[in-house]
C-alpha cells in the first residue's frame, strides 16, 4: 500500500495552547494515526474536516508535529476561516488526510544545527527534536509574539538547550534580529547547519545573514495550497534559478541559496 | 452496468475525466488511485515553449469554489513528450493533450508535433483560459478565431480527434459552439472557468497578482449546466460537460442535460481520491435511480413544452 493515501480519520482531541492571553489562537490538534508506513520532520499534512461539505473546498497544509503508533499531533494557530473552524472540531468528528506530504530538513546527527523558529514555525521542530539522535548538538532559538505559554517551547528546552525572546515593544524586533545574526554568525564559525521556519520576513532575515557569513540553512515556506500534491501550480515560490516550482512538493523546505523569498 | 462511452473519436472505459490544470500530469495522483479506473485524464495545458506562469499568488478561495491565475505554467510540449507521457498508463487510459498557444500557426504546430504521439488519445484545444493576458481571451470570444483555431488544430492533427473547450465568458456560446463544429471540431468540452476577481480591503490590493482570474467549483455548476444544455441543443457533435462537479449526481445532471462525458476540476483538490471514487458512484448512482443504461439517460431531460 502507498505511503500517501488518502483516508478518514477521527479527531482524538482539540486543546487550547496557552491560558494566560488570548486562550482562543493557538491550539494542539490529535488526530487518530493514518497507518503511514513513517515520516520526516519538516513534512507536513493536508487536513479536510468532512463537515465542511463544499464550503470550504480546500483543505489545509499543516506540519507535522510528531506522530507514533495511535496519535498525529498538529498545532494550529487560528488565522482565518479555514483554521477557525478546525480549532471548532469535536473529538470523535471525522477528517480527510492526505500525507506525509513534501520533503524534510537536513539531519545530519553529528553537526551543531541550530534551530531558528518565528512564532508557530516552531511546530515541524517538535518532531524534529524528537527524532534527532544527538539532541545536545541542537540549539533552538524562539522570536514569539504571544505569551511563551501558547508555544511547545518549554517541552522542548528540556531537550534541547532553548533561547527565546518576545516580540512585544517597537525596540525589540531589533534586538531579535541581532540576536539571530549573533548566532548565525556563531553557527557559520563552527561550520554548522541553520534550519529555520517562520513568517517571510523571518527567513529572509535568515536568508540574508546566512548568506552574508557563508553558512548553510534551511527555510521552510507556508504558502497557500490548494491540492497539496503538486498538480494546481497555485503554491509556487522561485528557485534559485528563477523557475517556478511547487512548495509543497519540491519544498516545504529548500536550501536558503536557492529559493526567492 | 456498461459505463463505456464513445463519442467524437473517442473511446472511454467511463465517462469520468480529470479537468486540465487540476490533475498535473496525472502521476500527481498515481498514490492515491489507479490512474486506469478513469475514463480519461486531460493534463495541464501545455504550450510549444516552456512557460513560467503568472506571478504569486496566484489561488484564493471563494464561497463554494475558488479564483485561479496560474498562466498556464507548463513545461513545454517536448518536454511532456519525453518525460511525462512516457510514464502514464496511456495504453489503459485515454490521455487527452491540452493546447494552449496564442495564434493559429502555434496551435497549428502543437498538433503538428502532437499527432505523431501513440500515446495521445485526443487534443483539447484551449481557446478560452482566461488568465493570460497576451491571448486565450480574443480566441474564447470571437467565433472567428475560434473556427480558424479548430481548422488550423485539425489540419495537423491527423487521426487525433479533436475536443474544443469553450469559455462561459460570452455573450453566446452557441455562436461559439458553432464556430468550432464549422471549424471541424469532433466534440466539445465546456466551461472553462468564468473571468472573476477578488479584492482584500485591509491591504486594499487584489489578492491575485494577475488581478483577473477564472473562478471554477460548485458555484459555477448552474452557469455550466446551461452552458451545456444550450450548446447540446445548438449542434450536433458530442458535448462533454465541465464545471463544479463535486458528486455523482452532479455528474449525471450534466448527462441529463446531454452530455456524453464529464470532466473533474477543483473537486479533485477537496481530496485527491476524489475523481477515482467518482467512477464507482457514478455507476451506482445510475443503477438506484433505476436508469436503464448509460444512453438511454444521456439527454433524456424532460422540458416543458
Ligand atoms: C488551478 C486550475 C488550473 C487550470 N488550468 C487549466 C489549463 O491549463 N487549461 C484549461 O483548459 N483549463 C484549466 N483550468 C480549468 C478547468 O479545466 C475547468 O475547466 C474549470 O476549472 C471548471 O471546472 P471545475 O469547476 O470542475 O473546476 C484550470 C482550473 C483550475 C482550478
Ligand atoms: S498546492 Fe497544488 S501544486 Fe502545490
Redesign the interface.
Known amino acids: 500500500m502507498?505511503?500517501?493515501?488518502?483516508r478518514n480519520v477521527k479527531v482524538l482531541e482539540v486543546s487550547p495552547v496557552g491560558q494566560l492571553k488570548r486562550p482562543d489562537e493557538f491550539f494542539e490538534i490529535k488526530l487518530e494515526y493514518p497507518d503511514w508506513d513513517g515520516w520526516k520532520p519538516g513534512q507536513f499534512v493536508m487536513i479536510?474536516p468532512a463537515g465542511w461539505e463544499?464550503?470550504?473546498?480546500?483543505?489545509r497544509p499543516f506540519s507535522i508535529c510528531s506522530a507514533d503508533g495511535d496519535t498525529l499531533t498538529l498545532f494550529v494557530q487560528k488565522v482565518g476561516r479555514?483554521t477557525g473552524r478546525i480549532v471548532a472540531l469535536k473529538p470523535g468528528d471525522t477528517v480527510?488526510i492526505?500525507g506525509p506530504l513534501g520533503n524534510s530538513f537536513a539531519m545530519e546527527p553529528e553537526i551543531p544545527t541550530l534551530l531558528l523558529a518565528g512564532g508557530i514555525g516552531i511546530a515541524p521542530f517538535c518532531g524534529y527534536v524528537e527524532q534527532h539522535p544527538h539532541p545536545e548538538n541542537l540549539r533552538l532559538f524562539l522570536a514569539h509574539r504571544l505569551s511563551l505559554d501558547c508555544y511547545p517551547f518549554a517541552a522542548l528546552s528540556e531537550r534541547v538547550e532553548g533561547v527565546c525572546m518576545r516580540d512585544d515593544q517597537p525596540e525589540d524586533l531589533q534586538k531579535i534580529i541581532a540576536v539571530m545574526k549573533e548566532q548565525i554568525v556563531e553557527y557559520a564559525a563552527k561550520d554548522g547547519l541553520i534550519l529555520s521556519c517562520g513568517p517571510t520576513p523571518f527567513m529572509k532575515t535568515v536568508q540574508r545573514f546566512a548568506a552574508e557569513c557563508g553558512v548553510r540553512a534551511q527555510v521552510s515556506l507556508e504558502?497557500?495550497m490548494?491540492?497539496?500534491?503538486?498538480?494546481?501550480?497555485?503554491?509556487?515560490?522561485k528557485d534559485g534559478s528563477?523557475?517556478?516550482v511547487q512548495v509543497c512538493?519540491r519544498g516545504p523546505v529548500f536550501w536558503a541559496d536557492k529559493v526567492e523569498l | 452496468m456498461n459505463m463505456n462511452v464513445s463519442f467524437g473519436g473517442l473511446s472511454l472505459k467511463n465517462p469520468v475525466m480529470t479537468a486540465s490544470g487540476t490533475f498535473g500530469f496525472g502521476l500527481e495522483f498515481a498514490p492515491y488511485g489507479d490512474l486506469t479506473k478513469l475514463g480519461g485524464i486531460v493534463v495541464k495545458g501545455m504550450s510549444l515553449k516552456p512557460r513560467e506562469g503568472n506571478p504569486m499568488p496566484r489561488i484564493a478561495e471563494t464561497p463554494c469554489g475558488m479564483l485561479n491565475a496560474i498562466g498556464i505554467q507548463n513545461p513545454g510540449v517536448e518536454n511532456f513528450i519525453r518525460q511525462a507521457l512516457p510514464v502514464l498508463p496511456w495504453k489503459e487510459v485515454a490521455v487527452v493533450a491540452n493546447l494552449y498557444a496564442c495564434d493559429a500557426e502555434e496551435f497549428g504546430e502543437l498538433a503538428d508535433i502532437l499527432a505523431g504521439e501513440e500515446g495521445i488519445a485526443a487534443l483539447e484545444v484551449n481557446v478560452s483560459c482566461p488568465n493570460v493576458k497576451e491571448g486565450g481571451i480574443a480566441f474564447g470570444q470571437d467565433p472567428k478565431q475560434i473556427c480558424k483555431v479548430t481548422e488550423a488544430v485539425k489540419k495537423k492533427a491527423g487521426n487525433k480527434p479533436v475536443m474544443v473547450k469553450l469559455s462561459p465568458n460570452v455573450t453566446d456560446i452557441t455562436i461559439c459552439a458553432r464556430a468550432a463544429a464549422e471549424g471541424g471540431a469532433d466534440s466539445l468540452s465546456l466551461i472553462n472557468t468564468l473571468s472573476g476577481m477578488a479584492v482584500d480591503i485591509h491591504n486594499r490590493k487584489p489578492r491575485i497578482a494577475n488581478v483577473i482570474a477564472g473562478l471554477s467549483g460548485p458555484a459555477i455548476k448552474p452557469v455550466a449546466l446551461r452552458c451545456v444544455h444550450q450548446v447540446v441543443q445548438a449542434v450536433d457533435i458530442p458535448v462533454v460537460g465541465i464545471g463544479g462537479i463535486a458528486s455523482a449526481e452532479d455528474a449525471l445532471e450534466f448527462i441529463l442535460v446531454g452530455a456524453h462525458a464529464v470532466q473533474v476540476g477543483t473537486a479533485n483538490f477537496l481530496r485527491p481520491d476524489f475523481s477515482f471514487d467518482l467512477v464507482d458512484e457514478l455507476e451506482k448512482l445510475l443503477e438506484e435511480i433505476g436508469a436503464g443504461s448509460l444512453e438511454e439517460f444521456r439527454g433524456s431531460l424532460e422540458l416543458p413544452l
Request: hydrophobic share 35%; aromatic share 6%.
Open positions: 502507498s505511503l500517501r493515501n488518502c479536510r463544499l464550503d470550504l473546498l480546500w483543505a479555514g480527510s492526505w504558502n497557500r490548494a491540492c497539496g500534491v503538486g498538480a494546481c501550480l497555485g503554491c509556487v515560490t528563477g523557475h517556478h512538493t
